[in-house]
């Protein structure tokens, strides 16, 4: 089995892009994730590795200065990560850069450059870690021979049916959210947009991650395209697709109205058919103007329910108010 290996620091987008990557390549390749050079370099398998597509984070990084030099063993066949010698500039990330690369070369690998900058990933050696993977796979055609798969196409564009869920006390609206989302994953493509990195009943999120905000990115770069790139935001709990964020909708603030507009477009440009909302205590009000209803969780005669009330009818929503309780049983 032929290799290509993928170095990228962030082990959560590694475990995204080598899982996209092994659905496009033929038969006869796999794909290979490694968290450092140095991880990479002590792999035992890594003789039989066709192509790499390197982090430039892992080329600048201050970690790679105190990583492995590579060097082959007495009477073998494979490398081995050995003490790294630090000769005069080691710490230079242009001479660390140039000492890595060729060391890959050396040995026959070719090497391409992962890049966050849109621009430099059009440039020769180089490829935007942000592209459908088929585009990357594209690049990699003199060493793979032969034309890469395409990588799932999305489905017909089809309207998206809108639910939100509203908290007036600060709970229970995730639990009650993933209970309609797997509700409606049964019968159609379902996407759970959560304001709690922790929806109940999911998996564990770590604290400091936020599926939000590469959301926003997207959004940022791509409009309404942004759903090619889905798998750089998306978790999964069961059949149900999960995007999770902070209360604010992300590290930098609400959703622009823009940005609402084309996650809406995005997600019927996938095929999916239904998005549940977890609003938390604050809807946003243009993907609440999308949702046909809107669950309250908490108390209906409190002073929060009423401010509420007012906010919707002025937006002309009050009507799609809906109790809590009709969600547990419808």
């Known amino acids: 089995m032929k ?8 082990r959560r987008y590694l475990e995204r892009l080598t899982m996209e990557m092994q659905r496009g390549l033929p038969e006869g390749y796999t ?48 490398w081995e990560a050995t003490e790294p010698k630090k000769p005069s500039g080691m710490d230079d990330p242009a001479e660390r850069r140039q000492r890595v690369l060729s060391e890959m070369n050396g040995r026959k690998i070719p090497v391409w450059l992962l890049t966050a900058e849109k621009d430099r990933g059009e440039e020769p050696g180089y490829v935007f870690l942000f592209q459908p993977v088929d585009q990357i796979l594209a690049r990699l055609g003199e060493v793979i021979g032969t034309a890469p798969k ?31 989302a797997r509700r409606s994953a049964v019968k159609s493509k379902t996407i759970l947009l959560c304001v709690n990195p922790w929806p109940e ?29 889905e798998r750089f935001c998306l978790r999964a709990a069961g059949n149900v697709k999960i ?68 906010m919707l009818r002025e937006d002309g929503l009050e009507d799609r108010l809906r109790s809590a309780d009709a969600a547990a049983v419808g």
């Open 3 to 10: 290799t290509i290996a993928i170095v990228y620091p962030d």
């Open 31 to 78: 794909a290979a994730g490694f968290a450092s050079v140095g991880e990479f370099a002590a792999w035992d398998e890594h003789v039989r590795v066709k192509a790499l597509l390197l982090s430039e984070e892992e080329l600048q990084g201050e970690g790679l200065g105190q990583n492995v030099t590579f060097g082959r063993g007495a009477g073998s066949a494979q």
């Open 150 to 180: 395409v990588v799932g196409e999305p489905a017909t564009a089809a309207e998206c049916r809108c639910t939100g869920v509203i908290t007036l006390d600060g709970t229970n609206s995730s639990a009650t959210a993933l209970q309609l």
């Open 201 to 229: 009943g999911g998996r564990d999120w770590k604290p400091a991650e936020s599926d939000v905000s590469e959301l926003l990115y997207l959004l940022k770069e791509y409009g309404r395209d942004w759903y090619r790139h």
């Open 243 to 310: 995007i999770s964020g902070y209360s604010c909708f992300s590290d930098y603030g609400q959703f622009a109205d823009e940005d609402a507009e084309a996650f809406i477009a995005g997600l019927e440009g996938a095929g999916y058919e239904a998005l549940i909302i977890d609003f938390g205590a604050s809807p946003h009000p243009v993907l609440a103007e999308n949702c046909e209803e809107l669950y309250v969780v908490g108390s209906r005669s409190g002073e929060r329910y009423a401010t509420l009330e007012r």
